[in-house]
C-alpha cells in the first residue's frame, strides 16, 4: 500500500478508512492534500475488500478547510480562485459524489470551511459530541464551494442553508437537530450495518435517491426499474434469498 505524506490509509476488516494527517495545521488542505486524497479515494472505490470508506482526521480535527497559508498572498490579486476551484476541490467533490460505496465521515473534532463541505459530499455524518461545524467562507470574504451550495440545502433546506452560509458554528447537538448529521458519538454501528449492505442494491439505491431530488416521477420510476432489474441479478441477492426461504422452511 502506497505511503502518504498528507493522509493515513488503513484497510481492515472491510473498512478503508482516510484519515487527513496535518495536524501541524487542523488538517487544513494544500494541493499535496488534494492530489493524495483523490489517489486514496481512487483506490478505495476500486479495492474490492471495501464495503465502506471512511474519511476522518487527526488530532481532534477533522479539518479546518482551505490550507490559506499555501495562498500566495503576495501575489493575491493575481490568484484565480475560480482556475484553484476547478483543479482541486470541484474534481474532488465529483469524484466523491461518483462512489457507489458508503462513504461516511466522522467528524472527531473542528469541521469549517472546506472541510465540512468535504464531509457534507459523503452519505453519512458522525460527529463527536464536542465537535464544532461551521461554513467560514463569508467571515473572509469568500462564498461556500467545495459543493456545499449543492449539498447543504438538500441536507437542511434552503433557509436553514442560508443561515448556515452566514458562518457561525454550530454543535454536534445542533447539527444533529436539523439532520445535518446522523450520529453523535463513535461511528462504529454505522459502519457495521454500512458493511452489511448488499453492493449492488446500495449503489442503484444511491443512484435513485439523488434522481429522486431532480427528476420527474417517470424518469425516477424508469431508474427504479433499471435498478432493481440489476440488483435481482445480483448474487447479494439471489443468496438473501435462499438464506430466506431456508430459514422458513419448517
Keep these: 500500500m502506497q505511503d502518504y505524506q498528507t493522509l493515513r490509509y488503513e484497510v481492515r476488516n472491510g473498512v478503508g478508512t482516510i484519515t487527513l494527517n496535518r495536524p501541524e495545521v487542523k488538517n487544513a488542505l494544500n494541493e499535496k492534500m488534494h492530489d493524495e486524497l483523490y489517489e486514496c479515494l481512487q483506490d478505495a472505490r476500486s479495492h474490492e475488500s471495501i464495503r465502506v470508506i471512511v474519511l476522518t482526521g487527526t488530532d481532534s480535527a477533522f479539518s479546518s478547510g482551505a490550507d490559506l497559508k499555501s495562498i500566495p ?13 476547478e483543479r482541486t476541490y470541484n474534481r474532488l467533490i465529483k469524484l466523491m459524489d461518483a462512489i457507489n460505496k458508503p462513504t461516511l465521515a466522522y467528524l472527531n473534532g473542528t469541521a469549517v470551511g472546506a472541510g465540512l463541505s468535504i464531509a ?44 448556515l452560509a452566514l458562518g457561525d458554528s454550530v454543535s454536534a447537538e445542533e447539527a444533529y437537530r436539523i439532520g445535518l448529521i446522523h450520529h453523535i458519538g463513535k461511528p462504529d454501528s454505522l ?60
Design 191 to 250: 459502519i457495521n450495518v454500512l458493511k452489511q449492505a448488499p453492493p449492488t442494491a446500495y449503489a442503484n439505491m444511491k443512484n435513485n435517491m439523488k434522481c429522486g431530488l431532480n427528476l420527474s416521477l417517470d424518469e425516477v420510476l424508469e431508474e427504479e426499474r433499471k435498478g432493481q432489474q440489476q440488483a435481482g441479478k445480483s448474487e447479494e441477492h439471489l443468496l438473501a434469498i435462499k438464506q430466506f426461504l431456508k430459514s422458513t422452511v419448517k
Design 73 to 85: 498572498v503576495a501575489s493575491m490579486e493575481h490568484f484565480d480562485h475560480g482556475e484553484y476551484l
Design 120 to 163: 457534507l459530499a459523503c452519505d453519512y455524518r458522525v460527529a463527536d459530541r464536542d465537535a464544532k461545524l461551521a461554513l467560514s467562507f463569508m467571515k473572509i470574504g469568500l462564498i461556500p464551494d467545495a459543493g456545499a451550495s449543492y449539498f447543504l440545502p438538500r441536507l437542511v433546506g434552503l433557509s436553514k442553508a442560508l443561515e
